[in-house]
């Protein structure tokens, strides 16, 4: 059964088409709220909240645009609203303190990659956690093109849709903080 099938008999209350449409998009759901949120907790709570809400407005779903974009504009717009939340409360960071330490929860995530080689490893950590830096400086709009763009592999008109705006519009967010990653990191790369 093709997706826009699935769609349809979900739409109709077909349970288990509703569970195979979670299951073709639940690890890049849970992989975009995670890089944007830097969160584990806040990434499961947008994981459950954003298939409730599909699950909820399903019925609405008029095959105007994919439902991937669908879907990653309800993620993007529930990560967004808890950064606006986080900015208000705090700032959450991704340390934590345990018996044994510090520990850095984005490294609590297994790693799929190899690392042989302990030296570029050392820079690949380094690396990432100048980008994280920079990131943080993003204001949230900047940060969600940045890594639409950059840790899904959309296009600038999906992303456009996905934020509600023009393809132009999503470019120039793009440029502006592609310059800040280059200019914050130009003494690194």
């Known amino acids: 059964m093709d997706e826009a099938a699935l769609i349809r008999a979900a739409q109709q209350g077909d349970q288990d088409a509703f569970e195979r449409l979670v299951r073709a998009y639940d690890q890049s759901v849970l992989r975009l709220a995670m890089n944007l949120l830097r969160s584990v907790e806040d990434a499961r709570d947008v994981y459950q909240e954003a ?19 669908w879907l990653y504009r309800i993620v993007t717009n529930l990560c967004l609203d808890h950064i606006r939340k986080r900015k208000v409360r705090r700032e959450e960071s991704p340390v934590t303190s345990t ?10 995530l297994p790693e799929e990659r190899v690392d042989g080689d302990p030296q570029r490893h050392l820079m690949s950590r380094e690396l990432g956690r100048r980008i994280g830096e920079v990131l943080r400086g993003f204001t949230p709009r900047e940060r969600m093109v940045f890594e639409l763009r950059h840790y899904q592999g ?5 992303i456009g849709d996905v934020m509600g705006t023009s393809e132009e519009a999503a470019k120039n967010c793009l440029f502006r903080a592609t310059q800040k990653m280059r200019q914050a990191l130009g003494d690194f790369v």
């Open 154 to 158: 959309m296009r600038l008109k999906a």
């Open 51 to 69: 298939f409730l809400r599909v699950y909820k407005n399903l019925h609405s779903f008029r095959f105007d645009c994919s439902f991937h974009t």
């Open 99 to 108: 018996e044994n330490g510090t520990r850095d929860l984005m490294q609590m």
